[in-house]
């Protein structure tokens, strides 16, 4: 038995390490690692059924051609060939265009680690060709940070020890960061309380000690009524406000206006709750505000993030232990591919085509149109805003390639399906967006069948862009993984991580000792050099300058419903589907029992859920958990476009986002439905 060094490199806070043993070149048991103090030996379910994906009979095991998109006339084709027909497809958009820029590259979150950069490298390596750019995460909020702090930064997980009050503003950690929720176990045996804001009953909820169903899109009311209070009884930071602060008077006079009536009927909390939360605020020193990527997608989640950020500041709960205000951080995103990707993605000579425009127009539209489009760790016909429509504009390109591990709803509208490597097949490095370790992930087992790696793919096509193109690509195609690895190495991942190069790096784990307050220095990156109340550069975006609620669509019709699709635990976004350990995801609308009594709904109930752009139909659970205004769906379960929650969800920008992403996020939770019995 061999056992090998492995790190989920999936979309998630948590970024486990773990152990694999291998027979015989057989995977045969995941385990976690307990030298990651972080993730603590421990992995979640999904992570523990990754044995049976990676033998999953449904894998991808050959690449495979079909001419017309969504015939399912597959046929099994070589590598050789299928480098051939990308190669000949993209010299005929040469010699008809002149340029590459008919070529798009759709790419996203499958896998997270650092050799999944390449095909962003290899894209930059050929010329100006298309991104599809924008990022249906996070990038509402990380623009808000970026107007207040100058950046996003969060402090270590291990703060939430020291805090006396945590307030969670719309994330599901016991869902979505499972880790966290030992830090946040420990806290309250020290006496802190803790407080999660939500108008879904979730399972961090219910581990609270305080509980808020609070009305969606709302938060920046409450958060600002708290701020007034906190100012009007005098229980500011006058000294953090006067030496790190830029904009106070003006904000404090913004607030002037806010009556506890309209918080009230707004937020739909109740007097009770409000008084409750505001004594936590005035008793507590060390404050952390955790906000969720969930809390951002509406149209003023940029905005209802500034609000939380400025409570925070108010009350001087910035750069000390326990406190402060946490979201993600991108401080170990710095390999040379992964900086190259923010800088060169969104440089002037591609064609930036913004995700919302995309969904909206195609690629059809553009002069010169879309001929061909790269898709790689990304699933849009589950994923992304209203999938059929994408799948029309799949359909009017004429030739798509999709990288997948499964043949995904989108790989199905595919012409050329090439099938990779999991990461127990390859050697890569994974890093979180949550704590600030860093480990190296060990090759345990030879690609399944004629998998290759999207750093191999994208080398194999750079050999050949080099024998048939006039101009070479600047790919490093002749390098192995182990010294592709190496490439991405610069001074910030050596001050960050500590190893001089990858092959001293390779088979470690590194966990920081040194745990990290954010902003302790209260080195502000805005143009004031301090937080910033009053943000000229918000303002110069058509933006409000000063973090003050401001109202998202809301539907006043009564027989809608705000339809909030969030992250599930037997799902990662659209992956371990095909897992048997996982149970199965049947998609099911969850609503409140008063609203199901109206409607004449029961428990169990098969309902139509429909609005303009869909209906699907699918079983009713009644249930307190969900706010009476909203109906709940978890995203990802979908095996089909038809049947995607996606379908339902209208493609409207969030507020923020173009700064971190290059183009607005989405406000996902702003759509609406009618749920009714099936008559
Ligand atoms: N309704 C609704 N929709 C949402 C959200 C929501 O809250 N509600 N959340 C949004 C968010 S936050 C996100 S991040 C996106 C995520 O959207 P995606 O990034 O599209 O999500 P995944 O399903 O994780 O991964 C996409 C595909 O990558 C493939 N893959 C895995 N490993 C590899 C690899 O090594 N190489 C290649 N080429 N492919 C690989 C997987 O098989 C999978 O089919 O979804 C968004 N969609
Ligand atoms: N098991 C599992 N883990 C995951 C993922 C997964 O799919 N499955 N996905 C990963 C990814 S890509 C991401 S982005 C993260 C997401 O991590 P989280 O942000 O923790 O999760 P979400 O489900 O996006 O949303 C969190 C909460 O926001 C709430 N919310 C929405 N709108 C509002 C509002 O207006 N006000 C308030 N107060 N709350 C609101 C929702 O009800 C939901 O409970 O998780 C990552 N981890
Ligand atoms: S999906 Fe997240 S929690 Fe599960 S093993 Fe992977 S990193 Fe860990
Ligand atoms: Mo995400």
């Known amino acids: 038995m061999q056992m090998k060094r492995q790190v989920c490199p999936r979309n ?256 739909g909390l109740s007097l009770d709750a409000l008084s409750t939360l505001k004594k936590l605020l005035a008793s507590s020193s060390r404050i952390f505000h955790w906000i969720g990527l969930g809390f951002q997608r509406h149209t003023n989640g940029g905005q209802m993030v500034r609000t939380v950020n400025a409570l925070a500041a108010v009350h001087g709960m910035i750069g000390k232990p326990g406190s402060g205000v946490h979201y993600a951080h991108s401080d170990t995103w710095i390999f040379e591919n992964q900086t190259a990707f923010f800088k060169e993605h969104l440089e002037e000579t591609n064609r930036i085509l913004p995700l919302n425009h995309w969904i909206d127009l195609g690629g059809t539209v553009l002069d010169p149109p879309l001929e061909s489009l790269w898709i790689s760790c990304r699933n849009p016909l589950i994923q992304d805003p209203q999938p059929s429509q994408i799948r029309e504009h799949l359909k009017h390109i004429p030739f798509v390639v999709t990288a997948e591990l499964f043949l995904t709803e989108t790989a199905k509208w595919s012409n050329l399906v090439l099938p990779v490597t999991t990461f127990f097949e390859e050697e890569d490095i994974a890093t979180s967006y949550w704590h600030r370790g860093f480990a190296f992930n060990e090759k345990a087992i030879e690609p399944y069948h004629e998998a290759k790696s999207d750093f191999e793919i994208m080398s194999g096509l750079a050999c050949r862009i080099d024998e048939r193109f006039h101009t070479p690509s600047s790919f490093p195609a002749h390098l192995t993984k182990r010294e592709y690895l190496n490439r991405q190495w610069n001074n910030d991942v050596r001050r960050q991580f500590g190893f001089n190069d990858v092959h001293e790096a390779a088979e470690q784990i590194h966990y920081p000792e040194e745990k990290v307050i954010s902003w302790d220095t209260h080195d502000y990156l805005t143009p004031s050099g301090k937080f910033e109340f009053y943000s000229e550069q918000a303002l110069q975006n058509g933006l409000p300058p000063l973090p003050i609620h401001k109202q998202s669509v809301v539907q006043t019709n009564p027989d809608f419903l705000q339809l909030f699709t969030p992250h599930d635990s037997r799902g990662l976004n659209s992956q371990f589907k095909h897992t048997e350990a996982i149970p199965e995801r049947m998609m099911q609308v969850y609503i409140h029992p008063d609203f199901a009594a109206k409607a004449g709904i029961t428990e169990g109930d098969l309902v139509n859920v429909f609005n303009e752009h869909a209906k699907l139909t699918m079983k009713a659970s009644v249930t307190k958990q969900v706010g009476r205004k909203v109906a709940l769906i978890y995203q990802g379960s979908a095996i089909s476009v038809d049947q995607a929650v996606n379908q339902l969800v209208s493609v409207i920008d969030s507020d923020m986002g173009e700064i971190a992403s290059g183009s607005k996020g989405i406000a996902y939770y702003d759509s609406y439905v009618k749920v009714k019995p099936i008559s």
């Open 12 to 267: 998630c806070f948590s970024t486990c390490s773990m152990i694999s043993h291998v027979e015989n070149g057989q995977l045969v048991k995941v385990a976690g690692d307990p030298d990651n103090p972080y993730t603590n030996g421990r992995i979640c379910a999904k992570g523990l059924s990754y044995v049976d994906q990676v033998y999953h009979k449904e894998r991808l095991k050959y690449p495979m051609y079909q001419k017309t998109k969504g015939s399912g006339r597959f046929e099994r084709i070589s590598w050789e060939s299928a480098y051939e027909i990308i190669i000949d497809q993209w010299l005929d958009i040469d010699r008809k265009y002149g340029s590459l820029l008919p070529i798009g590259l759709y790419k996203y979150t499958g896998d997270l680690s650092v050799g999944h950069y390449a095909p962003e490298e290899f894209f930059s390596s050929m010329g100006p060709t298309t991104r599809i750019v924008g990022s249906p995460c996070a990038a509402a909020g990380f623009d808000a940070a970026f107007y207040d702090f100058g950046c996003g930064r969060s402090s270590d997980p291990e703060q939430l020890e020291a805090a006396e009050l945590i307030i969670i503003w719309g994330a599901n950690p016991a869902v979505t960061s499972i880790h966290s929720i030992r830090y946040l176990e420990t806290a309250r045996k020290k006496g802190a309380k803790l407080v999660v804001i939500d108008p879904i009953l979730t399972k961090t909820a219910q581990l609270a000690d305080y509980y808020f169903q609070i009305n969606p899109g709302f938060d920046g009311l409450l958060a600002n009524e708290l701020a007034k209070f906190l100012i009007d009884h005098d229980l500011q930071d006058q000294t953090y406000i006067n030496k790190y602060t830029h904009g106070f008077d003006a904000f404090h006079q913004a607030l002037a206006g806010l009556t506890e009536d309209a918080v009230l009927e707004n937020t």
